[in-house]
């Protein structure tokens, strides 16, 4: 064989090679992508990577293996959350562990597993004691991270931009000025508006992001120290992505009295500062003051909802006497004067201002009206079937010294019938899932009617079916939540979470329900077999 016609050959099988790795990422993409569309993202994440490694050079193969690779991690990760919230601690181990392995950035994975992998040594016989927690590891442990503390931009000083460009790559741009690579969310295809105008001097690389963001209206999410995910700015997105919902809040700035009223103060004399400060997630409304003992800031208190009468009562001044009372007037710095509101001239045609009022008040069919909210509570929010504050406290207590008497603790959430908040509680100990569960059992009982507890069980009987309920409706599944129904009347919600010491979520919340209301609350019934902690 001559050499020419080797040649001919080499170059011939060359081609063919290369052909048959575009068609292997072809293939892969589109299986890649028949996963992503049932959430199936690990699959996903795979069949990209494989379509990635036939074209490294495909920037759209990239971005969506990132994509998913994100996702992916972050479904086992709250795979692991649920069964920790379960205590199955050898399966929460298991997901945490395949989130930290697909994703290495994922700190919060490697943290649960961490504090996971502790609780399952602690558990087996001759294991050493674990150290009594201190003061400040607790504080620690609670501290929520900012969304700085996650970043790792490169760049660290303030930056000058004037551009005028398409909205997708102004977003681009200033990623890549920080050195931080940007996402978007699938879902965001297009921009309004479709390209921005920036004249910036001297921001830094979040105030021009969160700038952008407003612009825009999206807002960003952390997905590792070096990317962030840009996405439209709704509450269906808020709530499928946005991870913390309730916090524990430690504030670093600003730490006193002081410095908050100062912060109230500005706004009054320059209202125009109230849009920047709503911007940088600040209520400009006086009612929150930091708890300081010892010169420790240890969390804050938010009042609101009463009629400002100052100086004898304001929602400010009604924090301010219950801190008094509870940490010492020696540890609670005073109150100082506020700026007087300025007075608005009246306008020239003043809008009419209509009432809304009836002179029937609202029924209630509930046999105790202590259940229930009355009188001119009832009269103002038009309706006579809600849980009142006091039977929730109770439930509540009964449920907290249930826990307590199993060796445990608990996280409790009651809702009324329209699905506003009416009594919370967090025991000592109780960490973010078990709270946020809680308040997921309670919502979930309140849309559905049924126990969650139902939902447990189909998803024993017929797996298949938890599909629909989970991603489509937004349900939680696990046991312990309950619609609050008295005399055959809805009239809230309950959601516990944390276990309660082992004696099960459900039947703690049961526990509450029959201490308060009686036989007259409805309440689940097993087959006589039925005997595990619910």
Same mark, same amino acid.
């Given at each position: ?11 011939? #099988? ?81 997901? *945490? ?15 649960? #597993? ?11 016989? $001759?294991?050493?004691? %674990?150290?009594?927690?201190? *003061? ?6 609670? /501290? ?61 690389? !979040? ?7 407003? @612009? ?36 670093? &700035? ?49 009042? $609101? ?38 007075? &608005? ?19 209630? &069919? ?23 504050? %006091? ?25 009324? &019938? ?40 189909? $998803? /024993?009987?017929?797996?298949?079916? @938890? ?5 489509? !409706?937004?349900? *939680?599944?696990?046991?312990?939540? #309950? ?42 019934? !097993?087959?006589? %077999? ?5």
């Amino acid at each position: 064989m001559n050499a020419h016609y080797k040649l001919k050959i080499f170059g011939t #099988l060359l081609i063919v090679v290369t052909l048959a790795g575009c068609a292997g990422g072809k293939t892969a993409f589109k299986d890649a992508g028949k996963a992503e569309i049932t959430r199936d993202y690990e699959t996903a994440m795979l069949q990209y990577k494989k379509a990635l490694d036939a074209e490294p050079d495909n920037t759209e193969y990239r971005v969506k293996y990132e994509q998913t690779r994100f996702a992916a991690a972050y479904a086992h990760f709250q795979k692991g959350r649920i069964a920790l919230d379960a205590a199955n601690l050898e399966t929460a181990q298991t997901e *945490f562990a395949r989130a930290k392995e697909i994703d290495p950035s994922h700190d919060f994975a490697a943290q649960e #597993l961490a504090r996971v992998t502790e609780l399952i040594a602690g558990r087996r016989t $001759g294991a050493p004691a %674990a150290p009594v927690p201190t *003061f400040e590891s607790i504080r620690q442990s609670a /501290r929520t991270l900012s969304y700085q503390s996650q970043l790792e931009p490169t760049l660290k000083v303030p930056i000058t931009i004037h551009l005028a460009q398409n909205t997708r790559t102004a977003f681009e741009t200033i990623g890549e000025m920080a050195g931080i690579h940007v996402l978007f969310d699938r879902d965001l295809r297009t921009f309004a508006p479709a390209t921005v105008t920036l004249d910036l001097d001297n921001v830094s690389f !979040y105030q021009a992001l969160d700038i952008l963001n407003v @612009q825009t209206k999206t807002w960003w999410q952390v997905v590792d120290k070096n990317t962030i995910l840009i996405i439209e700015d709704n509450s269906t997105k808020r709530r499928d992505l946005e991870e913390v919902v309730l916090k524990v809040i430690y504030l670093s &700035n600003p730490t006193s009295t002081q410095e908050l009223n100062d912060i109230m103060n500005q706004v009054r004399q320059n209202p125009n500062t109230e849009l920047q400060r709503i911007q940088l997630g600040m209520f400009a409304n006086s009612g929150g003051l930091p708890v300081v003992v010892n010169k420790q800031l240890i969390g804050v208190i938010g009042v $609101g909802g009463s009629a400002p009468r100052v100086p004898v009562w304001s929602d400010e001044i009604c924090g301010h006497k219950a801190l008094e009372q509870v940490v010492g007037a020696a540890n609670v710095a005073p109150l100082i004067q506020d700026v007087a509101n300025p007075q &608005n001239a009246p306008p020239a045609n003043p809008a009419p201002v209509p009432r809304f009022v009836t002179a029937t008040p609202p029924k209630s &069919n509930i046999s105790n009206p202590e259940w229930v909210v009355g009188g001119k509570g009832a009269a103002g929010v038009f309706e006579g079937n809600q849980i009142s504050l %006091a039977a929730a406290k109770k439930i509540a207590k009964v449920c907290r010294d249930f826990a307590a008497a199993k060796g445990g603790s608990m996280s409790l959430y009651i809702v009324d &019938n329209a699905g506003e908040f009416v009594h919370v509680e967090r025991m000592d100990g109780q960490v973010f899932n078990n709270i946020r569960t809680a308040l997921m059992k309670a919502q979930t009982s309140l849309q559905a009617r049924v126990p969650t507890s139902v939902y447990t069980a189909q $998803g /024993r009987n017929n797996p298949a079916g @938890q599909n629909r309920t989970i991603v489509e !409706y937004d349900f *939680f599944t696990n046991a312990g939540g #309950l619609p609050i129904v008295v005399d055959g009347q809805m009239i809230g919600a309950v959601g516990v979470g944390g276990g309660a010491g082992g004696g099960g979520d459900e039947n703690c919340a049961i526990e509450g329900l029959k201490a308060t209301f009686g036989d007259h609350v409805t309440l689940p019934t !097993y087959p006589a %077999a039925t005997t595990a902690a619910r």
